[in-house]
């Protein structure tokens, strides 16, 4: 009988009562966890780099793509936004290891408070997030692609700025409506038709002759993108096929596709983590409320739910560099 | 849990980990500070390309680098942890993940010289 005592004793060796290499099991699954997780990202980010260096002469530039900053219209500022983002995440991630530290004291008030800042942090990321994407999805410029599927920008040849479809596309009359299930074959579906039309964008280039198109296509020496000359310019424009606003799945007016397919991707896995990271830390800071880790006698819980916060920050402390920064 | 209250190999070592916290915190920001400064301003003699890539994109990468680190070893209290533990979690990750990079990168240079370098228009 002696070993079925020992065996009672142990009863909760897989239910986390041993602690091997001085952590509880579930802590180290939660390591686990991250490590998998960690090697999924970095699967995505180096994915992105080989598309990043196979076309590694025309990818888009980050400070021209995400330039926009609440309540500042029309004014280029580019990296503000996202350095704001991310001080607000690492913000989160210390007001998420002090809610830890306290927890080991025992202070379930301060491990509520500092919880709830934590969950204010990770939804206020969650969005911006959301409001960069908007930003993205919807454009800002305008762009023409050709049949190759290469971006036409439009720039002043003055300035060298950006110029936005709007300002300069013609009126041509048109009888092309957008086709609905209601109006048309019911189990076809249209794309949204663009503001302008191919020929209107060609007719209103035509028409102004401070216009120019920039291409994809970085110079090495200066890092900027090339912008051609009239000449060229107007016999890129008549090979366009496509009028492209903002972004979708499909096509972008920043370049190449693949890059508005990757920031789709990766920031969107990363804001799902965020999300179920406020979910999660949620569920936490209401076990905490209710005082189930003052009776359990230990707050590891809250160690292993800021163990996968903090894994979130990490992650977009490489996102925020290989997207934005790099 | 003792907590190891000393960062950057004992030159700094704080009273709690409270306070460790918030030094952990200003070191994080103003390394973040200056790759936002860097990303902004884009100083030109940094523009030159080392080993194959841009000076600046070397000093983003190390500053990226250096703020993981801290992420983990101080707000993922790994440095609290038993040296064996720390190991099988980041050893894995240090062997797979630069591997993965060497493998991909190296194949996408190859691609995009047979792209440019071929008979074949890519671009039109």
Known sequence: MEATTNLVENENVWGGGNKPLNASYGKMMMWFFIVSDALTFSGFLVAYGFSRFKNIDSWPIADEVFFHFPFLHGIDAPMYYVALMTFILIFSSVTMVLAVDAGHKMQKNKVAVYMLLTIIGGAVFVGSQAWEWKNFIKGEYGALETKGGQILQFVSADSGERVALSSFAASQATDRAQHTADNGLWYMDEATLPTYTVAEVQEGFLANSDLRVKSE?????????????????????????????????????????????????????????????????????????????????????????????????????????????? | MAHKLSIFRGLLTFKSNEQKIWGVLIFLSIITAIEVAFGIIKPAFLLTPVLGMKGLNWIFIILTIVKAYYIAWDFMHLRDEKRSFTSSIVLPLLILIPYLIFILLIEADYIYNVMSDGFLSWNF
Request: charge should be negative.
């Open chain 1, 217 to 326: 296509m970085i110079d090495a020496e200066t890092g900027r993108k090339i912008v051609f000359d009239r000449a060229a310019s107007e016999a890129k424009i008549a090979q366009a096929v496509h009028v492209v606003e903002g972004a979708n799945l499909i096509r972008n007016e920043y370049g190449n596709r693949l890059f508005a397919d990757f920031f789709f991707f990766i920031t969107g896995f990363h804001g799902f983590h965020v999300l179920s990271g406020v979910i999660i830390n949620g569920i936490i800071f209401f076990n905490v409320l209710v005082g189930t880790y003052e009776r359990r006698g230990h707050y590891e819980m809250v160690e292993k739910v800021g163990l996968y916060w903090h894994f979130v920050d990490l992650v977009w402390v490489f996102v925020f560099t290989f997207f934005y920064l790099v």
